[in-house]
């Protein structure tokens, strides 16, 4: 599976963005699918996930009520939606697939490159 991220870009505080991630290869409703981030001089981070039926979703504490996750298997693309933005949010976020599960690990198999995302203040 290939992954490719976009939408990323230059938003102000409170602002919207949808970053999309197109996947390639066989089999991407099989997949779980996550998002993560990784700010300047920090670890790279959970953000969200979706199970492969879209009947299972995970978020950090830290987007819960601004991020939203989805999926459309028919277009082998997930989305993130992220509203209210914050400055702390500036990251590259990356997309990531994952035959097992969803959920909050760094287990993933296959992961995306990244698209840069910054909220000016």
């Known amino acids: 599976v290939q992954l490719q991220a976009s939408g990323g870009g230059l938003v102000q505080t409170g602002g919207s963005l949808r970053l999309s991630c197109a996947a390639s290869g066989r089999s991407f409703s099989s997949y779980a699918m996550g998002w993560f981030r990784q700010a300047p001089g920090k670890e790279r981070e959970f953000v969200a996930g979706?199970?492969?039926?879209?009947?299972?979703?995970y978020y950090a504490d830290s987007v819960k009520g601004r991020f939203t996750i989805s999926r459309d298997n028919a277009k082998n693309t997930v989305y993130l939606q992220m509203n209210s933005l914050k400055p702390e949010d500036t990251a590259v976020y990356y997309c990531?697939?994952?035959?097992?599960?969803?959920?909050?690990?760094?287990?993933?198999?296959?992961w995306g490159q990244g698209t840069l995302v910054t909220v000016s203040s």
């Open positions: 990531a697939a994952d035959y097992h599960t969803a959920g909050p690990h760094n287990g993933y198999d296959y």
């Open positions: 979706i199970s492969w039926n879209i009947d299972t979703t």
